[in-house]
């Protein structure tokens, strides 16, 4: 089964309307992050937001934010007032076994979703 | 310097030769990883480093590839005897791991694009 799941290979949305990108994972560890990237096209991989399994409240960057539903499994990122250079490729990703002292372990990542804002 | 690097940023090279990708992570970084990216797809996890310790290469895909890390600082991902399923960007990413490690987060270097001809 995949780890990451984004089933929106491409998205086109008007410049200043909001935005879900969906976001699923499978996982059986208590603990876990989920993260969320973005690819434009110079091809930088840029971070975005962090949610931990254990954070009560959904995680808010600026304009970003991720609608964690625990029972669901579902890390959704939210853009809110769209803008031109949002257009890029967005990446959700997992991290297991959160919360060892050296627990950065590797990021599983999604297949992407291509955000278009169009003008 | 500010972010991750890595160089080169494109690599040609013919099929059977050897290539040497490099990776400097942001100062003082102790974690650092190596991922593949092929076209259109998400980066998949090769190998990271704690320090110079090797934690983990479950991810390199067979012997011709390896990876090293002799000071705990810069690192280098080896491919010998490259082939055409080798192409693909190659990206770095380190984390600082000092603190619980909870929120830390993998910063991505731009890239090498690998082409084997």
């Known amino acids: 089964a995949q780890k990451i799941t984004q089933t929106q290979p491409g998205m086109f949305v008007q410049e200043k309307e909001a935005v879900t990108l969906d976001c699923t994972y499978d996982t059986s560890d208590q603990s876990y992050g989920l993260f969320w990237y973005k690819q434009p096209s110079s091809g930088e991989m840029i971070f975005l937001i962090y949610q931990g399994s254990y954070d009560e409240q959904n995680a808010t960057e600026g304009r970003y934010s991720l609608n964690f539903q625990k029972a669901r499994k579902s890390a959704n990122l939210v853009i809110s007032a769209s803008q031109l250079g949002d257009s890029a490729m967005y990446f959700c990703?997992?991290?297991?076994?959160?919360?060892?002292?050296?627990?950065?372990?590797?990021?599983?990542f999604g297949t992407g979703t291509r955000l278009t804002i169009i003008p | 310097g500010a972010g991750v690097s890595q160089s080169p940023r494109y690599k040609v090279t013919k099929r059977g030769q050897d290539v040497a990708l490099r990776c400097d992570p942001i100062?003082?970084?102790?974690?650092l990883y190596w991922y593949r990216q092929a076209l259109g797809q998400g980066p998949e996890f090769l190998t990271y480093f704690n320090y110079e310790a090797q934690q983990d290469k479950s991810g390199l895909p067979n012997d011709r590839f390896s990876a090293e890390r002799p000071e705990g600082s810069i690192s280098t991902l080896t491919i010998q005897r490259t082939e055409q399923r080798d192409s693909a960007m190659y990206r770095c990413a380190s984390s600082n791991t000092l603190g619980q490690g909870r929120t830390d987060t993998q910063y991505f270097g731009p890239g090498t694009r690998l082409t084997v001809l």
């Open positions: 990703a997992m991290r297991e076994g959160e919360g060892v002292d050296f627990g950065n372990e590797k990021l599983t």
């Open positions: 100062s003082g970084h102790v974690s």
